[in-house]
């Protein structure tokens, strides 16, 4: 028996080492500044800061002002680390977000925060009976209409990763093709793709830069939005209240 790496699969490491040492990093410098508090925030730490009230910001509009701490840090984690997982293609390695092991495993962590908020504030007994209601034969629509956002979120950002790395594919075969017909016969020259070069970054700006960044953040606001539906209005005026 053989067993075959994906070629994602040391993207995906690589890419896991950089978020970590890249938070250990800022995590440094942030404590060098905490040590500092009349020194103005700069470089690393302003960059930090900046991303981290923006998407703050988000989870204290969209789900609760009570899960900024706690649910902050996996947005902005989530956020670089699919950031990331979409522009790394520009560099010519493998995107693992077009790879749907690695979309399926996100929407689960997503999905599993979903589902444990909704436990938390109703119950287990009132979560298991919730898929008997109205009546017992709708176990199965119930069921299905839970495990939606996993695999909704898993093929929004697979698929649309999938389908620009194929686009370009064509692109690229039908760039090539137009260069071998028109500069051909020249000899060495001719073998070059000059037409893609043309053509190409365009479209590499929509499908990778673009995109994306859009795949990015309606991946984080599904996420906050499936949650925030799950806490009761009464707990967040609750918490809003207390927290003025």
Known sequence: MTITIQAHVP???????????????????LKEF?????????????VALSIYDILAGFVKEI????????LGPYICTIAIYILISNYIGLLGFQTPTSNYSVTLVL?????????????????????IHAFFEPIFPFVIPNFFGTIAPLIS????????????????SLVYAFTGTVSNFIFGWIPVIGKFDFVALILAPPLHAFFDLFSGGIQMFVFIMLTMVFIGTKIPDEAKVETIEGGN
């Open 34 to 46: 905490e040590a500092n508090p009349y020194e103005e925030p700069k470089g690393v730490v302003l």
């Open 153 to 168: 979120m898993s093929l929004r950002l697979f698929g649309n990763l999938m389908s620009g790395t194929i686009i370009m």
């Open 107 to 127: 929407a689960a962590v997503s999905w599993v925060l979903i589902q444990a908020t909704d436990i938390k504030y109703s119950g287990v007994g009132s979560y």
């Open 11 to 29: 993207v995906i490491l690589g890419i896991a080492i950089v978020i970590i040492l890249g938070a250990l990093f800022v995590g440094k410098k």
């Open 63 to 70: 789900v609760s002002p009570k899960y900024v701490p706690t």
